[in-house]
């Protein structure tokens, strides 16, 4: 089967580096909490706010941090909130520009394009702004579809609506989240 579409991962493949998506100091540094603990909670024990089931981003990091530390405070987890929001938003206006131009080269050259994010809904609210919005034919946010990676099912949905079969496309993406291995699961290359 010959290639028709390319799905794309966003925070850590589109994106540039995390070290370099904001001036602003990490979430974990203003909560007074170690980086891989929070990062620990954050990415494997908050499928909750990927799936959007929360969708206030003071509760989401409250929730978090207290899972961490009970005893944090609430004007460090409101410091926290602002800073985070603030981060997010740096990172999608600093994606790298040769990604934009990879992007506009791949659906020149006729390519379907799709983009699956396990994303909460502070980490996507400036998205509109970002200079990818838009170059996607199909654009899915774990807390607006109710689908995490790497669940059969947000690959599935993605590959639908792009209109081709899984062995048509091409997924790429860093592999956090064991995304990398529910592509391959899904028939993706």
Not at 69 to 76: K, L, N, V
Request: aromatic content about 8%; hydrophobic content about 45%.
């Amino acid at each position: 089967m010959a290639l028709r579409a390319v799905i794309f991962d966003l925070f850590h493949t589109l994106t540039g580096p995390e070290a370099e998506w904001s001036d602003l100091p990490w979430t974990s540094d203003v909560l007074g909490i170690d980086r891989g603990t929070w990062n620990e909670v954050l990415v494997g024990h908050s499928r909750w706010r990927l799936a959007g089931e929360e969708k206030d981003p003071y509760v989401i990091v409250r929730t978090l941090a207290r899972q961490i530390d009970p005893a944090i405070s609430e004007e460090r987890i409101q410091d926290a909130t602002r800073v985070r929001i603030r981060r997010f938003k740096d990172s999608l206006a600093r994606i790298p520009s040769e990604n934009v131009e990879s992007i506009r080269a791949l659906r020149a050259a006729g390519f379907r394009l799709g983009l699956i994010s396990n994303a909460d809904v502070m980490e996507v609210a400036p998205w509109r702004t970002c200079p990818l919005a838009g170059l996607f034919d199909v654009e899915l946010f774990s807390c607006e579809v109710g689908l995490v990676k790497p669940e059969p099912a947000i690959y599935a949905r993605c590959i639908q609506e792009l209109g081709v079969s899984p062995g048509e496309c091409l997924f790429v993406g860093d592999g956090g989240s064991s995304e990398l291995v529910g592509a391959r699961e899904a028939g993706m290359a």
